[in-house]
């Protein structure tokens, strides 16, 4: 089974995950905490809702990186995203806030995804999902009143990050086989300019709830990078049997706070897919 397969296969499974309960503690939050969540919180709000056109735009296009199963799994992978939103939605009513009409930083991502192709808008979600990992995670560690459900995303983060570095490869080993080393270099450049660009903006517009935390603007930084191998590392070692060992590197060089639990269904399904490719790596079609 090809691993465009497997990854519909989670996708299709996971849409049935329940919502964590909204703990009620969220509404009694020491009021610095509440100020500064509650706006953070707002802004990712507005991220996790805005992703619908690349949907409708992988179903349209005939980019070869793209099978059927591709396709519907992007689907799913924007809907997971809306169901997110919609359980921030839930904590924002629990801690009796609205939800925020626009943001500088949400806006200047969500102007840069309709201006750009395909691939770039693939891009610019997955830099998303890397800050969206260590922000979730760092929830999760910070504040006991959402660990549950911040755990849960946060994990969907990271998986939805190992579905993009399964597209990326699939972006450097399809098309014509003499421009490869091109496609990889564009997509590590394009892929650094804009993770990169995504950690600035989450440290000038998440500042408040970081610092209320107690964690570090370098300690956001490692962990956005470790997040960020997961795709890195599928485009540079997308060769043929490249990929036989990744799943144990990705987790090995994580750290504890941050590795994918053996026991979670999309650890067992990209194995899966590693095993039924006997070449290890993407194909096309």
Known sequence: MAESEHWLSYFRANRG?????????????????HAVLAPSLGRFWLGESGEGRVAKQAAESSDPALDDAMRESIALYVREEGRHAREIADV???MHEPLPGRHWSESLFRRG????????????????EVVGAVYYEMLSEGVPAMRELAAVIAREEREHLGFQGAYFERVCVCGRPEARTLRVGMVLAGFAVIAACAVATFLVSHGGIVRELGVTRGEIAKRCA?????VVARVTLHRAGAMSGHASQVRSRAPRSLRVSPKHPVASARDGARLGDPRGGATCG
């Open 92 to 94: 924002l009513s629990a």
């Open 113 to 128: 995804r309709r201006l750009l192709g395909l691939r770039t808008k693939m891009m610019t979600i997955a830099a998303a």
């Open 226 to 230: 470790r997040e960020a191998w997961t």
């Open 17 to 33: 995950r329940p919502s964590p309960r909204v703990d009620p503690a969220v509404a009694s939050l020491d009021p610095r905490l």
